[in-house]
T-cell receptor, first 113, second 115 residues
C-alpha cells in the first residue's frame, strides 16, 4: 500500500525566504504526483501536477520536482509571502489505478511579515 | 463555472440521525470523488463515479454510508444512522477524463459534527 509522508509537519519562515517542502512515497509505481494548497476551512486548490515521465513543473514562484526512483518530490517556493501561509499537501496516484490517489498529511506553512 | 458546489457547509446532528450531503460537480466533468478529512487519518477516498456510475466504493467505511449519482450534475453521500466517529469534513471533487489528465477540483467541503 502506498504511503505518502510529508516533512516537516509545520514550518515557519520570515517573509522573503525561499523554502522547500518535502514529500516522499513508498511505491515508485506512480502515474503522477500533484501538489495542493489548503487554506483553513476551505477545500484543496491544485498547484502543480507532474506526470511520472516528467522531472519538474513550474508555476510562477512555485517549482515542483519529482524523483520517482527515489520516491521523492519537493515543492520549492521562492520569495515567500504572508499570503503563502496555508497547508500544502502532496498526492500520488497509482500506475495500477490512476484514480487511486493517496494524500500526505500536509505541511502547515506560516510566513511571518 | 462556479466550481464544485457542496451543501450544507456545516451540519450538526445527533447520533442516530440520517445525514445527507450534496454535491454539484463542475459542468462537463465526468469523474466525481467523495473524500473524508480528519485530523487522525488525513484525506481518504470514499468512493468515485465515472459518468454517473460508481467505480470504486472500497473506501466506504461501513454499510451505513451510501452514495448516489442520479445524473451528471448531482451526487449525494448519505450516512444512516450517523455516529460521533463520522464527524469529519467531507469533500466532493470532480475532474475531466479522470484525475490524471488534469486538475482535480475540490468543493469547499461539508463539516459534519455528530453529537
Amino acid at each position: 500500500k502506498q504511503e505518502v509522508t510529508q516533512i516537516p509537519a509545520a514550518l515557519s519562515v520570515p517573509e522573503g525566504e525561499n523554502l522547500v517542502l518535502n514529500c516522499s512515497f513508498t511505491d515508485s509505481a506512480i502515474y503522477n504526483l500533484q501538489w495542493f494548497r489548503q487554506d483553513p476551512g476551505k477545500g484543496l486548490t491544485s498547484l502543480l501536477l507532474i506526470q511520472s515521465s516528467q522531472r519538474e513543473q513550474t508555476s510562477g514562484r512555485l517549482n515542483a520536482s519529482l524523483d520517482k526512483s527515489s520516491g521523492r518530490s519537493t515543492l520549492y517556493i521562492a520569495a515567500s509571502q504572508p499570503g503563502d501561509s496555508a497547508t500544502y499537501l502532496c498526492a500520488v496516484s497509482s500506475s495500477y489505478n490512476n484514480n487511486d490517489m493517496r494524500f500526505g498529511a500536509g505541511t502547515r506553512l506560516t510566513v511571518k511579515p | 463555472d462556479a466550481g464544485v458546489i457542496q451543501s450544507p457547509r456545516h451540519e450538526v446532528t445527533e447520533m442516530g440521525q440520517e445525514v445527507t450531503l450534496r454535491c454539484k460537480p463542475i459542468s462537463g466533468h465526468d469523474y466525481l470523488f467523495w473524500y473524508r478529512q480528519t485530523m487522525m487519518r488525513g484525506l481518504e477516498l470514499l468512493i468515485y463515479f465515472n459518468n454517473n456510475v460508481p467505480i470504486d466504493d472500497s473506501g466506504m467505511p461501513e454499510d451505513r454510508f451510501s452514495a448516489k449519482m442520479p445524473n451528471a450534475s448531482f451526487s449525494t453521500l448519505k450516512i444512516q444512522p450517523s455516529e460521533p466517529r463520522d464527524s469529519a469534513v467531507y469533500f466532493c471533487a470532480s475532474s475531466f477524463w479522470g484525475w490524471t489528465t488534469g486538475e482535480l477540483f475540490f468543493g469547499e467541503g461539508s463539516r459534519l459534527t455528530v453529537l
